[in-house]
């Protein structure tokens, strides 16, 4: 955006500077209006686009099916059409939804794959053209609904029919193909970090505190890195009822992000809600909230090509409909339409003004209590009042009754409780270390249109509160360390059931031939399977049962027990000791044996987050053996038996997700012998194997943290918690400017109460530009306390 657009912006931005209810008509000074214009530089504005997704489905029998994210999709879709925006909207209204968004129904398509794909070539053509004829293009991206990740530990966002929209989808398909200047991507769904999950590297074991880093590293590193121009907004509620509120029919992040993007987020009044803005003014809404089970976890990453790229610019807010909030109108508010649905809400720090966009339309605005947030007071802003809006002049009346109930009074007692200010906005950035707006502090011009020549003309310049010498009267922001009640702040791993088979092998490639006499014998000398179309070197099967850990599919255990069995067996023949007289009665001449194990054991696998980990373990338990020796003239001898064992191991185990895998291990067993007697030798199934084989995974229900260094460090854990102490300025006296008298017969305003009035030479001004301007005091400067009114 070049400097003369920025300009621009500031420029109809003027609107907002009204400082108090003083201010006798919205965009209307006291006193004579100077002739001094300024012809605005026309620029084109952006091309907006946006593709708006709401899916109340889910593919998943233990998620609910969502109530109200078509409600979300629409009112995103709303305002964006209010921006002039191409919008595609995706969504199936349900009946209530139908006779709130009447107007949408027709223009909305089913959210399936094959209608996404459609909408998608739509917006491309659009996007095209309009970068061909020069312009700048900004897409959105919305998406409200369930968000999981599959077996193979792919992250996707549920569509209808049982379609979806893949991670792959949406960076290789939509971003890899947008010609956006810049696309802004805005997910709302229960588990929406899944969506960003990539095979073996995310690590969804933190908390709060450090939820947004996490996944702004993990954007960078892996998907966003190679789409600087595109900034992702990401917010996570694992409790389904604290993600919807039927009080806002809406999602809660939606509602809060609406809110800031009306304008409840600027922190500067330039017009434009950067990235920064946005996610100090969600973290403020959301900061009251003391369950930690119904506070919302949202990530925020800004484009990396340009940080301070907005994600929506109000041009000509001069032209628009928006209620002002002068510096001395703290408090908190809501506003609904007549249709019922809410608009926005905010918490206004005092000091400096704010605003909100208005719809066309009645709207009702509500006052709220701060301390339960229940209302005490109400107005109706009518159709038919347009323009700049100021708060300061509508009369409240007694609020009709306030329904309640237990989640209404957790969710409405602590949403928007902290109030947003430069003081919450500044500890905000500076903890998320995200690049502040280049100027923060409120400084507009308050402009009007010569009814002659339709230019753009300054009547009045107003400043914010100059910074205090004592920096006790200004607002202060706390960091405060608190700890993190471990019962709520975090989703305990599950427990996963392992199950794996795998092939035995005997690497030593023995013979099978034992010259006698030999007195001991060990498994390692003995091939395994005889020649009836098995390898030798094929002893047996290894079968294990697992228990382990895993919050996710992706998050890897570090230790896993296991129960292992199998079987196993071997065959050898003998030579006798004397070649020439050969076999002596009863000698033996064969060996065959067979073995079942029942050993338990456990491994230690790292690192934890590689897909790829070496691990060792150990193993006890018993042998159940049977030999059967054939002698030389004589009957066989049969032996069975149990006899314990120790086994050491180690491998490479292959994780494709915690689901399937693949493992290779070498295993040294020492096993106790069965004693034959003198005649025959001893036997022990003592050996090294090899062993291959695939792992298989279940999650089957809550578990605790696989080890208790692990859950010490999980209690210990501490959130940052950014904690806004609001102490009000003394008044400050600014100086408003007003150039020379009014015409005769002007009617005397009732002027503001004043601390004192510099008296000056009136000077000689043009002809007025309102058709009854209002007569100023005989002086060219006046002093208003801008705290009057409050």
């Not at 004589?634 to 120790?646: E, H, K, M, T």
């Not at 020379?740 to 000077?763: F, K, L, N, Q, Y």
Request: hydrophobic share 40%.
């Amino acid at each position: 955006m070049n400097a003369v657009t920025h300009a621009l912006l500031l420029m109809v931005a003027g609107a907002l500077a009204l400082l108090g209810p003083q201010a006798a008509h919205a965009g209307r000074p006291e006193g004579p209006l100077p002739l001094a214009a300024v012809a605005p530089t026309v620029v084109a504005e952006p091309a907006r686009f946006a593709l708006v997704i709401g899916s109340n489905e889910t593919t998943s029998k233990e998620q609910k099916p969502l109530r109200f994210a078509d409600d979300d999709a629409a009112r995103i879709a709303e305002l964006w059409r209010e921006l002039g925006a191409e919008v595609e909207l995706l969504t199936v209204f349900d009946q209530a939804s139908q006779a709130r968004f009447s107007g949408l129904v027709k223009s909305s398509q089913q959210p399936t794959k094959s209608k996404l794909d459609a909408a998608w070539a739509r917006l491309l053509t659009k996007m095209d053209a309009a970068a061909a004829a020069g312009r700048e293009v900004e897409l959105l991206i919305y998406y409200a609904g369930h968000g999981d990740v599959g077996p193979d530990g792919q992250g996707f966002l549920t569509l209808a029919n049982g379609d979806t929209l893949t991670r792959h989808d949406l960076f290789s398909k939509l971003l890899g193909a947008s010609p956006a200047d810049h696309n802004h991507v805005i997910v709302d769904a229960c588990r929406s970090e899944q969506f960003v999950l990539s095979r073996g590297e995310w690590q969804p074991d933190h908390g709060p505190a450090d939820y947004g880093d996490s996944i702004r590293e993990y954007l960078d590193g892996n998907h966003l890195g190679a789409h600087p121009n595109t900034g992702v907004v990401l917010a996570h509620s694992a409790d389904q009822q604290t993600h919807e509120w039927e009080r806002w029919e809406g999602g809660i992040f939606t509602h809060q992000l609406l809110s800031g993007l009306r304008g409840g987020a600027d922190i500067n009044g330039d017009g434009r809600i950067e990235y920064s803005e946005l996610g100090a003014f969600v973290s403020a809404a959301n900061s009251g909230v003391g369950d930690t089970r119904a506070r919302l976890e949202v990530a925020v990453r800004p484009p990396r090509g340009d940080e301070r790229a907005p994600l929506l610019v109000h041009e000509r807010i001069t032209d628009q409909r928006v209620l002002l909030f002068a510096g001395g109108d703290s408090g908190r508010y809501s506003l609904e339409d007549a249709r019922g649905v809410r608009l926005a809400d905010l918490n206004h720090a005092s000091g400096q003004p704010a605003y909100l966009r208005l719809p066309s339309g009645a709207v009702f605005l509500y006052r709220h209590a701060r301390a339960d947030g229940s209302r005490d007071g109400e107005v109706k802003i009518a159709a038919n009042e347009t323009g700049v809006v100021a708060l300061g002049r509508l009369e409240f009346h007694e609020p009709q009754s306030d329904a309640r109930g237990p989640l209404d009074d957790a969710l409405r007692t602590g949403l928007f409780k902290v109030a947003y200010g430069p003081g919450y906005y500044a500890g905000y950035t500076d903890q998320e270390q995200l690049l502040a707006v280049a100027d923060p502090d409120w400084e507009v011009h308050v402009w009007q249109r010569d009814p002659q020549t339709g230019e753009l003309v300054e009547v009045a310049r107003v400043t914010g509160e100059d910074p205090a010498d004592d920096a006790s009267k200004t607002e202060t922001v706390i960091i405060e360390e608190v700890e993190v009640d471990p019962e709520w702040s975090w989703d305990w791993d599950r427990t996963w059931l392992s199950f794996a088979v795998g092939a035995e092998f005997n690497v030593l490639a023995p013979t099978g031939r034992i010259q006698l006499p030999d007195a001991r014998i060990k498994a390692n000398e003995l091939p395994g399977f005889d020649d009836k179309g098995f390898p030798s070197a094929l002893r047996g099967v290894d079968v294990r049962v697992g228990a382990f850990s895993g919050r996710t599919p992706t998050r890897y255990p570090v230790v896993e027990g296991f129960f292992r069995t199998g079987y196993t067996e071997g065959h050898a023949s003998f030579i006798p000791s004397d070649d020439v007289d050969g076999f002596d009665r009863g000698d033996a001449m064969q060996l065959d044996y067979l073995t079942v194990p029942l050993f338990f054991g456990g491994n230690i696998y790292f690192p934890r987050k590689w897909p790829v980990r070496p691990y060792g373990g150990l193993g006890a338990g018993f042998d159940v053996m049977r030999l059967r020796y054939a002698r030389h003239d004589a009957d066989d001898y049969v032996a069975a038996g149990l006899r314990i064992g120790f086994e050491l191991h180690g491998g490479i185990d292959v994780r494709i997700t915690n689901y399937f895998g693949l493992f290779g291990e070498v295993r040294q067993l020492w096993s106790a012998r069965i004693k034959t007697g003198a005649a025959l030798p001893d036997f022990g199934n003592t050996g090294f194997s090899v062993i291959s084989g695939l792992k298989f995974g279940i999650p089957v229900g809550p578990g605790a943290a696989a080890t208790q260094r692990e859950a010490e460090r999980r209690r210990d854990h501490k959130l940052r918690v950014v904690k806004h102490v609001e102490t009000k300025p003394a008044p400050k006296v600014h100086t408003i400017v007003v150039p020379g008298p009014a015409p005769a017969g002007a009617p005397a305003p009732v002027a503001p109460p004043a601390p004192a009035v510099e008296v000056t030479a009136p000077a000689p001004t043009p002809a007025p530009i309102e058709p009854q301007p209002v007569a100023p005091p005989p002086s060219g400067a006046i002093e208003v306390d801008p705290s009057a009114g409050q």
